[in-house]
């Protein structure tokens, strides 16, 4: 148990390593965001229950939003980018009973939606 435990703590660890390369990720696309003259926030929040996990980012040509909800239920997800020609964005809900995802794509000219299920 403790060699387990060993191969997930410690900044060499499972963990350590998952954490170095998430803070690589979003200091990467901070810079990207601020080259390109935009703007990008992150959020987290844990209650005990629920993780919640977002990230929204501005810039001159389009914004992007993006979230995570983890309860012990299941996950749901959202993400959208919307530029001056369309907005494109999808939403969906996992849980142990099946799956929900919805994607929808919005332009001047029309209206596209798909609903995918499984259960």
Sequence with gaps: MGEAIGLLAG??????VAGAVMTESISADIAAQLEQGGEVAYTANSTGETITVGRDAVSKNKIEISGLVFTGDGLAFEEA?????????????????????RLAVITPEEEDEETLSKK
């Design 11 to 16: 900044p060499e660890g499972l963990i350590g």
């Design 81 to 101: 980018v919307a530029t001056e020609d369309a907005v494109a964005g999808r939403i969906g809900v996992f849980t142990e009973e099946g799956e929900v995802a």
